[in-house]
């Protein structure tokens, strides 16, 4: 059981937008604004592309957008294209002991 | 260029030991966390522990403290995950990656190293 929830799959045809909801605590989600994200295509490394709940590395689409209400944080990916197929997973800091926290993954399916 | 860069495949057999390696360069290496995470074949990203390596400085998820050792080399800029004895159940992908700060997001990521026990 991950410590971040998130739906196991989402689906969404090419030009459609499609969010992933990611549900943490009072500790973590709804405590910090250190929520990442990350996309991870099959037999690759996970890629950071959201950081600080909302913001893009450089050379990550702006298709890709997120946010945070509360204990639950949100992926936004809009104009869906073939290769955003992929997992994607959400994590959060809790605190100096266990700084790291992972949500369970969604995959993403581009119909 | 920002690399971490870690060692190849092992398959060991059940009760060995092992020790894999990641190697970062492109930055300063004692200025970043170094973190490991677990990837079973089919499943999620899971958090084993981070290292600082200017003072080793190191956490340990709950579900693997006892279970590997997490350690570093600074003078070669490098970091370790190992364990004493390999069950069938460690087969596993892992990555290392790095983070500024204790609370940020790991912005690099190393290849991973497929680790394989069986008899």
């Known amino acids: 059981q991950s410590a971040l929830t998130q739906p196991a799959s989402v689906s969404g045809s090419p030009g459609q937008s499609t969010t992933i909801s990611c549900n943490g605590t009072?500790?973590?989600?709804?405590?910090?604004?250190?929520v990442s994200w990350y996309q991870q295509h099959p037999g690759k490394a996970p890629k950071l592309i959201i950081f600080?709940?909302?913001n893009r590395p450089s050379g990550v689409s702006n298709r890709f957008s997120g946010s945070k209400s509360g204990n639950m944080a949100s992926l936004t990916i809009s104009g869906l294209q073939a290769e955003d197929e992929a997992d994607y997973y959400c994590?959060?800091?809790?605190?100096?002991?266990?700084?790291?926290?992972f949500g369970g993954g969604t995959k993403l399916t581009v119909l | 260029e920002v690399q971490l860069v870690q060692s190849g495949a092992e398959v060991k057999k059940p009760g060995e030991s092992l020790k894999i390696s990641c190697k970062g360069s492109?930055?300063?290496?004692?200025?970043?966390?170094v973190g490991w995470v677990r990837q079973m074949p089919g499943k999620g990203l899971e958090w084993m522990g981070i290292i600082y390596p200017r003072d080793s400085d190191t956490r340990y998820s709950p579900s693997f403290e006892g279970q590997v050792t997490i350690s570093v080399d600074k003078s070669i800029n490098t970091a370790y995950l190992q364990w004493s004895s390999l069950k069938a159940s460690d087969s596993a992908m892992y990555y290392c990656?790095?983070?500024?700060?204790?609370?940020?997001?790991?912005?690099?990521w190393g290849q991973g190293t497929v680790v394989t026990v069986s008899s």
């Open positions: 492109g930055y300063t290496f004692t200025d970043y966390w």
């Open positions: 600080d709940v909302k």
């Open positions: 009072s500790s973590d989600i709804g405590f910090y604004n250190f």
């Open positions: 990656a790095r983070r500024k700060q204790l609370w940020t997001d790991f912005d690099y």
């Open positions: 994590s959060s800091y809790k605190n100096t002991a266990i700084p790291v926290i």
